[in-house]
C-alpha cells in the first residue's frame, strides 16, 4: 500500500492529494435510511461489496442490520472473510476448479453462496465441496432483460436449479435476479417498466420451483436505482444495493420518481479530493487528479459544492477545470470532485479517508483493491 494521506486529526486542507474522501455524517445517513427502509419493506439487506472493496465499510452496514455482503469475485469473498464477514453470496458465476477450491476453503469459516447458470459450473462446485468437506450454497441466476450471464426464466431454470440440489456438497438457495441495465434508465418510468417486466421472470421461476418442491430461500437483485421496486414487489427478499452508500455522478443523472432530472434519494458521500496545482488563466485551473485517481466512462467529475467550476480535458495526472462566471480558484486551493462512476474510482485507492468536521477522523484499507480473480 502507498503510505496514508492523512493522520487522524489531520485539517481537511491539510490532506495530501489526490486522496479518497467519505464525509462520514452523509455516509452514515446513507447507511441509516437504506436499512431502515429495507425493514419497512419487510426484505433483507445484502449490500455489494463491489462497490466499496472493504470489510470496514461492510461491518459498517452489518452494524446496521445487514444479513451479509454480496461479491462478484472469489477474491473479494476472500478478503472480506478474512476481515471478519461471516456471510458472503458471489452474486456472478464462477468457472474453473481452482476458484471453487477457494470458495469451498471460505466454507470452513463462512457461510458462502455463488450462482449458477451452467451444469459445468454446478459440477465442478459440488467436486470442490466433497473435497473439503463442506457445504456451499447455490443460486440459479435467471435472465430478467439484462442479456449478460444467466439462464431463461421458467423450465430452463428449474433444470438448473435441480441439479443444483442433487449435487453432492451443495444446497440450493434460490434465485439471483439482477437486472442492472435498469438502474441507470433515464426516467423512472423507465425503471419501473423494466422492474414490472423482470417480476414476470421471477414469479414464474418461483413458481415452477416451487411446484417441483424447491423452496427459495433467496430471490436476490436490485440496485440502488430500482430497489424500492424490488422491495414491493413481493417477489424479492434481498436487495443487492452497492452505490446508495456513496453515491456518484452517473446515478446522480437518472430522474426521481416526481419527475425531476436529479436523483436525490441519498447523499454524495464519496469524493476525490484534488489540488488546484496550476492557475494559468482566468477561465481556467488544473487540479492534481486526473485518470489515476477515477475513472471517465461515466464522464468527467462534477465539483462538489461550487458553482461555475467544470473539469475537463482529464489525463493521467490532471484536470483542467474550466471556470465560468466565478472568480478562480487560487494555486493551492482544495476541491471535492464527485466521481462519475464509484465502484471503479475506489479500485484505483488504498485508503478511505473518513471526514467530520473538518477533520480526518478515520482511515479505512480499501483491503479488496484489484481483487479481480
Known amino acids: 500500500m502507498q503510505r496514508l494521506p492523512a493522520d487522524i486529526g489531520t485539517p481537511v486542507d491539510e490532506i495530501?492529494?489526490?486522496?479518497?474522501?467519505?464525509d462520514l455524517d452523509a455516509f452514515e445517513r446513507n447507511l441509516a435510511k437504506m436499512a431502515g427502509l429495507a425493514r419497512a419493506a419487510g426484505v433483507r439487506l445484502r449490500p455489494h461489496a463491489k462497490t466499496h472493496k472493504s470489510p470496514a465499510v461492510a461491518l459498517r452496514q452489518i452494524a446496521h442490520g445487514a444479513v451479509g455482503q454480496c461479491v462478484q469475485k472469489v477474491g473479494e469473498a476472500e478478503v472480506l472473510v478474512r476481515g471478519g464477514i461471516r456471510d458472503v453470496l458471489v452474486s456472478n458465476e464462477v468457472f474453473g476448479q481452482q476458484k471453487f477450491r477457494?470458495?469451498?476453503?471460505?466454507?470452513?469459516?463462512?457461510?458462502?453462496?455463488?450462482?449458477?447458470?451452467?451444469?459445468?459450473?454446478?459440477?465442478?462446485?459440488?467436486?470442490?465441496?466433497?473435497?473439503?468437506?463442506?457445504?456451499?450454497?447455490?443460486?440459479?441466476?435467471i435472465e430478467v432483460g439484462m442479456q449478460r450471464c444467466g439462464v431463461l426464466p421458467g423450465a430452463p431454470s428449474l433444470e438448473i436449479a435441480r441439479r443444483i440440489a442433487d449435487a453432492?456438497?451443495?444446497?440450493?438457495?434460490?434465485?439471483?435476479?439482477?437486472?442492472?441495465?435498469?438502474?441507470?434508465?433515464?426516467?423512472?418510468?423507465?425503471?419501473?417498466?423494466?422492474?414490472r417486466k423482470a417480476s414476470e421472470a421471477v414469479r414464474m421461476t418461483r413458481d415452477a420451483l416451487a411446484a417441483a418442491g424447491l423452496a427459495c430461500e433467496i430471490v436476490g437483485g436490485a440496485g440502488t436505482g430500482t430497489f424500492r421496486?424490488?422491495?414491493?414487489?413481493?417477489?424479492?427478499?434481498?436487495?443487492?444495493?452497492?452505490?446508495?452508500?456513496?453515491?456518484?455522478?452517473?446515478?446522480?443523472?437518472?430522474?426521481?420518481?416526481?419527475?425531476?432530472?436529479?436523483?436525490?434519494?441519498f447523499e454524495h458521500s464519496l469524493f476525490v479530493l484534488a489540488t488546484?496545482?496550476?492557475?494559468?488563466?482566468?477561465?481556467?485551473?488544473?487540479?492534481?487528479?486526473g485518470l489515476k485517481s477515477y475513472t471517465l466512462e461515466k464522464g468527467p467529475p462534477w465539483v462538489h459544492g461550487r458553482t461555475g467550476l467544470e473539469p475537463y480535458g482529464v489525463s493521467d495526472e490532471?484536470?483542467?477545470?474550466?471556470?465560468?462566471?466565478?472568480?478562480?480558484?487560487?494555486?493551492?486551493?482544495?476541491l471535492m470532485l464527485i466521481p462519475g462512476h464509484c465502484d471503479p474510482t475506489i479500485?484505483?485507492?488504498?485508503?478511505?479517508?473518513?471526514?467530520?468536521?473538518g477533520r480526518v477522523e478515520a482511515l479505512w484499507p480499501i483491503a479488496a483493491r484489484g481483487a479481480s480473480a
Open 229 to 265: 421496486q424490488e422491495a414491493a414487489s413481493g417477489l424479492w427478499n434481498e436487495l443487492q444495493v452497492g452505490s446508495y452508500a456513496f453515491m456518484d455522478t452517473d446515478y446522480a443523472a437518472i430522474g426521481d420518481e416526481h419527475g425531476g432530472n436529479r436523483y436525490t434519494e
Open 102 to 141: 477457494r470458495l469451498a476453503a471460505l466454507a470452513r469459516e463462512a457461510t458462502v453462496a455463488v450462482c449458477f447458470d451452467a451444469v459445468e459450473q454446478i459440477e465442478q462446485a459440488s467436486r470442490a465441496a466433497r473435497e473439503f468437506g463442506v457445504e456451499i450454497g447455490g443460486l440459479v441466476e
Open 168 to 195: 453432492p456438497g451443495l444446497v440450493f438457495k434460490g434465485i439471483q435476479a439482477y437486472h442492472g441495465t435498469a438502474q441507470h434508465l433515464p426516467s423512472h418510468g423507465e425503471r419501473v417498466d423494466a422492474i
Open 347 to 357: 479500485n484505483l485507492h488504498d485508503w478511505y479517508v473518513g471526514i467530520r468536521n
Open 318 to 334: 490532471h484536470a483542467r477545470v474550466r471556470v465560468t462566471g466565478v472568480p478562480a480558484p487560487r494555486l493551492g486551493d482544495k
Open 276 to 289: 488546484v496545482m496550476s492557475a494559468p488563466a482566468a477561465d481556467r485551473v488544473v487540479v492534481d487528479a
Open 16 to 22: 495530501d492529494t489526490p486522496a479518497l474522501i467519505v
